[in-house]
């Protein structure tokens, strides 16, 4: 059964590097049919996309985030990674890492999500 | 970017009741385009892609339809876990890009 986990730190500081790891359990990640997401929500609001990965490094970004936003694969732990630069009390979230379908880009299977917030 | 609308924000329906949920695109999506359900506390759950196909898993009662810049997902009759906040999500054109959601309330 596929599963997904993120992890990171839960607290930061204005200014920081926010950096989380989504642990793939249960499937590849390197296999075409599926790329690979982050997915945030702020407190009390909806779903922001943040970016996708294949895993064979292309990505696609959010506009609005993409100068501060790195995904990345980590093929040899079945991981990939999410690193968001610069951050202030506006990028405090749930953060989410999910499986789409590659041409077809819903999100099929979530993680349980993980909370960043940022305070100094 | 294209803009995903909902609405309402929020619908009050009794147990047993139909719910009809509306996600406007501002441009066109054509069958792109999938709704979530999401419990406090949860991760957002996939029930409809393709516009109008169940996820697996997903009862019969949830069903999606339309296209273009129009679509609809209908609860046949509510049962109590389906109270919740309901997503649409656009998946024709990057960004990607959600709706604000609709919140399913008992009433």
């Known amino acids: 059964q596929l599963q997904l986990q993120e992890s990171g730190p839960g607290l930061l500081e204005p200014s920081e590097t926010l950096s989380l790891t989504c642990t793939v359990s249960?499937?590849?990640?390197?296999?075409?049919?599926?790329?690979w997401g982050w997915i945030r929500q702020p407190p009390g609001k909806g779903l922001e996309w943040i970016g996708t990965i294949f895993y064979t490094g292309t990505t696609y970004y959010n506009p609005s985030l993409k100068s501060r936003v790195t995904i990345s694969v980590g093929t040899s732990k079945n991981q990939f990674s999410l690193k968001l630069s610069s951050v202030t009390a506006a990028d405090t979230a749930v953060y989410y890492c999910?499986?789409?379908?590659?041409?077809?880009?819903?999100?099929?299977?979530w993680g349980k999500g993980t909370t960043v917030t940022v305070s100094s | 970017e294209i803009v995903m609308t909902q609405s309402p924000a929020t619908l009050s329906v009794s147990p047993g009741e139909r719910a009809t949920l509306s996600c406007r695109a501002s441009?066109?999506?054509?069958?792109?385009l999938a709704w979530y359900q999401q419990k406090p506390g949860q991760a957002p759950r996939l029930l409809i892609y393709?516009?109008?196909t169940r996820a697996t898993g997903i009862p019969a009662r949830f069903s999606g339809s339309g296209s273009g810049t129009e679509f609809t997902l209908t609860i046949s009759s509510l049962q109590s876990e389906d109270f919740a906040i309901y997503y649409c999500?656009?998946?024709?054109?990057?960004?990607?890009?959600f709706g604000g959601g609709t919140k399913v309330e008992i009433k």
């Open positions: 249960g499937a590849s990640i390197n296999n075409d049919n599926y790329y």
């Open positions: 999910a499986r789409g379908f590659n041409g077809k880009h819903y999100m099929d299977v």
């Open positions: 441009q066109s999506v054509t069958y792109n």
């Open positions: 999500q656009q998946y024709n054109n990057w960004p990607l890009t």
């Open positions: 393709g516009a109008s």
